[in-house]
């Protein structure tokens, strides 16, 4: 056992003990005989991904937990692994090749994909190994990649089932489409954003009876234009480009300004194409004009109205969102370039209205913000109804719950609302839909005429033996694996022993933002694949922002780099700073200089762990002596230490993390740190030397198991020490590592109410002694005789006994307790639980100089004070400044205010004296 330095340097340590860790297997599932499983499977990070600090938070959380349980006996598993991102790892691939000057279809399909796997290899586990820098105590035996040949399988078991079962279909649909990765999106994978737009008025021309009637006309042909005196129809639209696509125009039945157009039919201005109007009660009267241009292949709500009129189809944009078939004029248009054309042409042929400006939601590629197009395509579904169905009873019925339960209904209010989730995607990284296509048998009619699923390449068409299938070109979408990902990592399909051990898993730790996306989905497909929910409490946390309130991100470069906070402050200060900056599932306002706060504390306990050392001079013993031998400070420390398992067990079972991990804090540094230590050395001076010591090392050893969960190298270094073993050593059964050794449990024999009343107002007494000291400038040479009076005859008789250790802690002379004295003369008085404490001050200040002196520095500060007042409640001066001058004004001032309130204390301090 080698000596602790003189300051604990965590990278002299964390990457040698983390090997040691993983080396000896201490992340490995115990499979004891009798031990409870406890797992919890990592939300996957991409393979494209680098740690940033939600991922940090995100896994110091599932570590704290598995740390527990596996302390607690439990036989435990985290099963750590990789999402293949499909359209995040195809984009940097794609803008790999683009420095070559290539595109992936220049590559062809299997050669990029080639490429692909080459990234995945080559950069593809760095994320795992800065999960590792973070302490993450992962069983990495089993770490699985969201395509590794077993998932593989899995998703291709489960699509042929829900096909089978009718559950999965093909149709054309309008779908989001982003014209940047030209693939397919969910409606989740959309996220709609408020932008500020436009909405254009637009007359279309009446055909009925009007000089339009009976003639044809090209598109761009100079008659098609609005004269005065011609009769229209006017709607409004935030996308005028897609009136190259109009069909119908609808009205509403009851909209009596517009029922004598129904029946009728308009011009398509600039193209001159003949629509009809109809009337359709899915018309908002209170939007616009009443009246609304009807683009079936171009908007959802346009689709289901196109269904019910039997309206024609029109696709006018090509996959990266360009005009075509439609138009000459706008052929080959950028549809936003087309946008700006298409509102000249129809103000120089007098086809355009007002011009509004307009607030509307906008979707936005997740992937790449792209505005996503509205757009009628061939796609890949999943039927969700009966799918959601158990997973919306497990909520009601408690048997999966949400942490804190307010997202329960944000979960709910989804899953009775589904849609039916696109799942087909048209890039070339991710699983290929296992369907394959039979020609002839597609020429005869059906939806799924000439379909083939199967789970393995089919040799030819079961129908007609045809040889020559083609495979179906598209991807599944990312979180088809994902929805998997509880039990296709323990090996389903297969029935191995780890899916019938450790599933279900216990907790999901993730955040709010993939509550649709993933967690969801997990539920449904646990249900439908297991015929169980695949957890029982998911722990939503909070996004991490900066000390203003802004998401951290590159882009507006207010982002702080983990692994750079872990190089310079340590993992265990990264950690400890996190859990304790937010509650349960809030957002965290983070600054690095909190970082030191999570440094300060290890180097606290590395420091008291030292100085308990150099007292020792053979063996350590962290047994308890018999309670009838301890002093009242040892009882006083051992309580309090029971009541701090009891409230830190509590807490993490309530996934109350911060709280448990401040309790800590204020139970090490205040109780331990900054009285019982000090409390100690008297003791040991006054002979209790071997008795003080056994209580000190009882109370280090408890507090080492209890943090280390959220502490983990600082508490498994100074746990080594203290048990005379050595951190560098292979861990075994005979040199264990303190993640095997026994969380502690509350002893409610050892809880000692009295002894924590009576040294909570002796603590009191001596707080308002120093207080005192200091706010009348006692020096610190001074020993002033200190008079208690107290009518409680068990208190007076306390306090008697413990004068020594009063002298001590509060650096006074003579010490009396009596409650029938007089109050001193030169004295200053205070009360603390019935006891009033005097400070004999004859001799020791000069009062009158001292009373002098503050009343100088009170009127000082109220005049400086005033100032402040009159310049902040200057309106012109608040309205017209910079906000930082403002802010840092408020600030002086409310500084300013805490030091007049002090000297104003030490004032009335000095009144009191006699």
């Keep these: 056992m080698s000596e602790l330095a003189s300051k604990y340097d965590p990278t002299q340590v964390e990457e040698s003990l983390y090997k040691n860790w993983k080396d000896s297997g201490c992340f490995v599932p115990s499979k004891k005989a009798g031990a409870k499983p406890y797992t919890i499977v990592i939300p996957p990070p991409n393979v494209t991904g680098i740690l940033h600090m939600g991922h940090a938070l995100n896994n110091t959380i599932q570590d704290i937990l598995i740390r527990w349980k596996r302390m607690q006996g439990q036989d435990v598993l985290w099963v750590p692994g990789t999402d293949h991102a499909g359209i995040a790892t195809q984009n940097v691939v794609e803008k790999s090749i683009a420095k070559e000057g290539k595109k992936r279809q220049d590559l062809g399909r299997e050669a990029f994909l080639e490429k692909v796997w080459e990234w995945k290899e080559q950069y593809g586990g760095r994320i795992l190994y800065q999960l590792e820098r973070l302490g993450s105590s992962c069983d990495w035996n089993h770490t699985r990649f969201t395509m590794d040949e077993g998932l593989s399988d899995a998703v291709k078991e489960v699509f042929v089932r829900l096909y089978e079962e009718g559950l999965i279909y093909r149709g054309s649909y309008i779908i989001n489409w982003c014209p940047r990765c030209q693939t397919a999106l969910a409606d989740e994978e959309a996220p709609r954003e408020e932008a500020q737009g436009k909405l254009y008025h637009i007359k279309y021309p009446i055909y009925e009876n009007s000089r339009f009637e009976g003639q044809s006309y090209e598109p761009e042909s100079p008659s098609l234009n609005l004269q005065d005196g011609d ?47 109809i009337a359709d009660t899915m018309v908002d009267l209170e939007f616009g004009t009443g009246a609304v241009k009807i683009t079936p292949a171009h908007d959802p709500a346009d689709f289901q109205t196109g269904k019910r009129h039997d309206l024609a189809f029109i696709n006018v944009m090509t996959d990266d969102a360009r005009m075509q078939g439609v138009s000459p004029a706008y052929e080959g248009l950028d549809r936003f370039e087309c946008r700006s054309k298409i509102i000249i042409d129809l103000e120089m042929q007098h086809f355009l209205g007002p011009v509004d400006e307009h607030a509307h939601n906008v979707g936005h590629c997740y992937r790449c913000h792209t505005v996503v197009e509205p757009r009628m395509s061939p796609q890949w579904f999943v039927s969700m109804q009966k799918l959601a169905e158990p997973a919306i009873k497990a909520v009601k019925d408690g048997d999966l719950r949400f942490s804190p339960n307010r997202w329960s209904k944000v979960y709910l209010n989804w899953m009775e609302n589904i849609q039916d989730w696109c799942i087909s995607r048209q890039i070339w990284w991710g699983h290929r839909l296992p369907v394959w296509y039979c020609d002839p048998c597609a020429g005869k009619g059906g939806d799924t005429a000439g379909v083939v699923v199967s789970k393995q390449t089919p040799d030819g068409c079961p129908k007609c033996g045809n040889e020559k299938l083609r495979q179906d070109p598209d991807v599944l979408d990312t979180w088809f694996s994902s929805w998997l990902w509880p039990f296709s990592t323990l090996g389903w399909p297969e029935k191995t022993e780890d899916l019938e051990r450790f599933y279900p898993t216990n907790t999901l730790v993730t955040a709010p933002d993939i509550i649709f996306f993933w967690v969801a989905r997990m539920v449904m497909a646990g249900f439908y694949c297991m015929g169980k929910q695949p957890f029982s409490d998911v722990y939503i946390h909070g996004v991490v922002r900066d000390i203003t309130g802004r998401k951290m991100s590159k882009s507006l470069g207010n982002s702080i780099d983990p692994l750079e906070v872990v190089d310079q402050y340590g993992t265990d200060a990264l950690r400890y700073t996190l859990i304790t900056s937010t509650a349960i599932g809030q957002d965290i306002f983070l600054a690095e200089e909190r970082f030191l706060v999570g440094r300060n504390f290890a180097n606290k306990l590395w420091n008291a762990t030292r100085f308990v050392l150099s007292k020792t001079d053979g063996a350590i013993d962290c047994s308890l002596p018999e309670k009838a031998s301890l002093t009242l400070a040892d009882k006083w420390i051992v309580s309090r230490l029971q009541h701090t398992i009891k409230q830190v067990t509590r807490s993490l079972e309530q996934f109350m993390l911060n709280e448990a991990a401040t309790t800590l804090y204020d139970f090490i540094w205040k109780d331990f740190c900054d009285w019982y230590i000090e409390i100690a050395k008297v003791q040991s001076r006054e002979g209790d030397e071997a008795q003080t010591q056994r209580v000190l090392f009882f109370v280090l050893e408890n507090i080492y198991r209890l943090l280390h969960p959220f502490m983990p190298f600082v508490t498994e270094v100074l746990w080594q020490q203290v048990q005379g073993q050595d951190a560098e050593t292979a861990f075994s059964s005979t040199n264990p590592s303190i993640m095997t050794a026994e969380w502690p449990k509350a002893h409610s024999a050892w809880m000692d109410e009295v002894a924590e009343a009576q040294l909570e107002s002796f603590k009191k007494v001596i707080v308002s002694i120093r207080n005192t000291k200091a706010e009348l400038n006692v020096g610190r040479d001074k020993k002033p005789s200190i008079l208690l009076r107290t009518e409680n005859e068990d208190m007076a008789s306390f306090l008697t006994q413990q004068i020594p250790l009063l002298q001590s802690l509060a650096q006074v002379g003579e010490v009396t307790v009596d409650a029938k004295a007089d109050r001193p003369e030169a004295s200053a008085a205070s009360v603390v639980d019935g006891i009033e404490v005097f400070v004999l001050l004859a001799g020791l200040i000069d009062v009158s100089a001292e009373r002098e002196r503050i009343h100088g520095r009170v009127v000082e500060l109220t005049q400086v004070l005033q100032g402040m007042e009159k310049r902040l409640n200057n309106k012109q001066f608040v309205d017209k400044a910079p906000d930082e001058v403002v802010a840092e004004a408020r600030s002086k001032k409310a500084q300013v205010q805490e030091t007049l309130q002090k000297f104003e204390a030490h004032l009335k301090v000095l009144e009191t004296l006699v």
Excluded at 240 to 266: F, M, N, S, W
Excluded at 270 to 277: A, S
Aim: proline share 9%; hydrophobic share 45%.
């Design 231 to 277: 009769a229209f129809i006017e709607v409004a639209t935030t996308r005028p480009e897609t009136l190259l696509g109009d069909t119908a125009i609808a009205v509403h039945p009851e909209d009596e300004r517009l029922a004598q157009y129904i029946g009728k039919h308009a011009l398509l201005p600039l193209v001159g194409r003949k629509i009809p109007i």
